[in-house]
């Protein structure tokens, strides 16, 4: 406080020489009348005629009365004429002075900002057991096959700000082939969209499905549903949901003519009861087991889809997937029997 007064003083006593007398008032009481030459942070000098020149410690000032003819009187309290205490300095310990002068201070980090867009896409190669129709003269026979086929796959995913909504795209393009003729050829898109609820434990979805298979003889399929669902777990590490809903189901299928030795086109459209059930648990930081269930259908005419496996991360965003997928739709009568396919899957996958 003190070295920005001083100079004030300083101004007030240019302005006001010649002009008329200043007063100092002690402590004591006693009041002197003169002019002020000089004030420094331990003492005023002061020129009084009855005293001459002389010079008043500033701890035994009451204050100071500056007189000026433009500005009038000023009064300068005893407090603002005392010296600054200097802060006492801090003792360091010298292995803390040390650290503080190696080590730079660290930046406060920003909360991870969520990306809305993310993704992924993968290449594997299965190795497939399934069961087919093969003609044998004038007879239909079913036949298992093992054989491998390459699988294309991956997803897309959009999720608001609010992540209360969430819309994904997902493709699979599966082939095979051998000299002879061509084993597999599957074709599959997939929108789902699903909003959750205020508690977070609660959502809403609905799927759009369009595929072909050939395996399955269809030629084209397309079903629609709409589900309610629970999150049982939504932890980092471990999440586990179920839903269940209706949904409409149509497709074109290829049916083996035994009278005509040609396949006719057979359209089924019906509405379906479907159910589906989703864990992902990660187990360490670089190993996570998926599963997945998903059930079109009753008890008597369905079609199932089971995976489980697991997922390792290599490096940064690439991961190695092994997983067991196993198919069977009834509707596909193969002597009273439905169809089925296995396949063990080993894939690289990346996520953006």
Same mark, same amino acid.
């Given at each position: #406080?003190t070295?920005?007064?001083?100079?004030?003083?300083?101004?007030?006593?240019?302005?006001a020489?010649?002009?008329?007398?200043?007063?100092?008032?002690?402590?004591?009481?006693?009041?002197l009348?003169?002019?002020?030459? /000089?004030?420094?942070s331990d003492?005023?000098?002061f020129?009084?005629?009855a005293?001459?020149s002389?010079?008043?410690?500033?701890? &035994?000032?009451?204050?100071?009365?500056i007189?000026?003819?433009? +500005?009038?009187?000023?009064t300068?309290?005893?407090?603002a004429?005392?010296?600054?205490?200097?802060?006492?300095e801090k003792?360091?310990?010298?292995?803390?002075?040390?650290?503080?002068?190696?080590?730079?201070?660290q930046?406060?980090?920003?909360?991870?900002?969520?990306?809305q867009?993310?993704?992924?896409a993968?290449?594997?190669?299965? #190795?497939?057991?399934?069961?087919?129709?093969?003609?044998?003269g &004038?007879?239909?026979?079913? /036949?298992?096959?093992?054989?491998?086929?390459?699988r294309l796959?991956?997803?897309?995913?959009?999720?608001?700000?609010?992540?209360?909504?969430?819309l994904?795209?997902?493709?699979?393009y599966?082939?095979s082939?051998?000299?002879?003729?061509?084993?597999?050829?599957?074709m599959?898109?997939t929108?789902?969209?699903?909003?959750?609820?205020?508690?977070?434990?609660?959502?809403?979805?609905? /799927?759009?499905?369009?595929?072909? &298979?050939?395996?399955?003889?269809?030629?084209?399929e397309?079903?629609?549903?709409?589900?309610m669902?629970?999150?049982?777990?939504?932890?980092? /590490?471990?999440?586990?949901?179920?839903?269940?809903?209706?949904?409409?189901h149509?497709?074109?299928?290829?049916?083996?003519?035994?009278?005509?030795?040609?396949n006719?086109? #057979?359209?089924?459209?019906?509405?379906?009861?479907i159910?589906?059930?989703?864990?992902?648990?990660? #187990?360490?930081?670089?190993?996570?087991?998926?599963?997945?269930?998903?059930?079109?259908?009753?008890?008597?005419?369905?079609h199932? +889809?089971?995976?489980?496996?697991v997922?390792?991360?290599?490096?940064?965003? +690439?991961?190695?997937?092994?997983?067991y997928?196993?198919?069977?739709?009834?509707?596909?009568?193969?002597?009273?029997?439905g169809?089925?396919d296995?396949?063990?899957?080993?894939?690289?996958?990346?996520?953006f």
């Open positions: #406080m070295k920005f007064i001083s100079p004030l003083i300083a101004l007030f006593l240019a302005t020489t010649g002009f008329a007398a200043d007063t100092i008032v002690l402590k004591n009481g006693d009041v009348t003169g002019t002020i030459l /000089k004030q420094t003492a005023v000098y020129k009084s005629s005293f001459g002389v010079s008043v410690n500033t701890r &035994d000032i009451a204050e100071l009365r007189r000026a003819e433009e +500005l009038g009187e000023i300068v309290p005893a407090t004429l005392e010296p600054a205490t200097p802060e006492p003792v360091v310990a010298p292995q803390v002075a040390r650290q503080n002068a190696t080590t730079p201070p930046a406060k980090k920003e909360p991870k900002k969520m990306k867009w993310t993704g992924q993968g290449l594997a190669i299965a #190795m497939r057991e399934s069961n087919t129709l093969r003609r044998s &004038d007879k239909v026979v079913e /036949k298992q096959e093992s054989f491998e086929s390459y796959y991956g997803n897309v995913n959009w999720k608001s700000e609010s992540e209360r909504n969430d994904r795209w997902d493709w699979t599966r082939y082939s051998s000299d002879i003729r061509k084993t597999d050829d599957f599959n898109l929108q789902k969209y699903k909003h959750t609820f205020v508690d977070n434990n609660y959502f809403a979805s609905a /799927k759009t499905v369009f595929q072909r &298979d050939y395996r399955r003889k269809i030629e084209s397309f079903l629609q549903t709409a589900e669902g629970i999150k049982w777990f939504n932890r980092p /590490k471990l999440q586990l949901s179920t839903s269940a809903g209706g949904g409409y149509t497709y074109e299928r290829l049916v083996y003519n035994g009278s005509t030795g040609n006719d086109q #057979m359209v089924v459209s019906q509405p379906k009861f159910f589906d059930q989703s864990l992902r648990w990660q #187990m360490v930081n670089s190993l996570t087991l998926i599963q997945k269930y998903t059930h079109l259908g009753d008890l008597t005419n369905y199932f +889809l089971f995976s489980a496996g997922e390792n991360k290599l490096v940064r965003d +690439l991961f190695l997937r092994v997983e997928r196993l198919d069977r739709d009834t509707e596909v009568s193969y002597d009273d029997r169809y089925y296995k396949a063990l899957l080993t894939s690289v996958l990346y996520k």
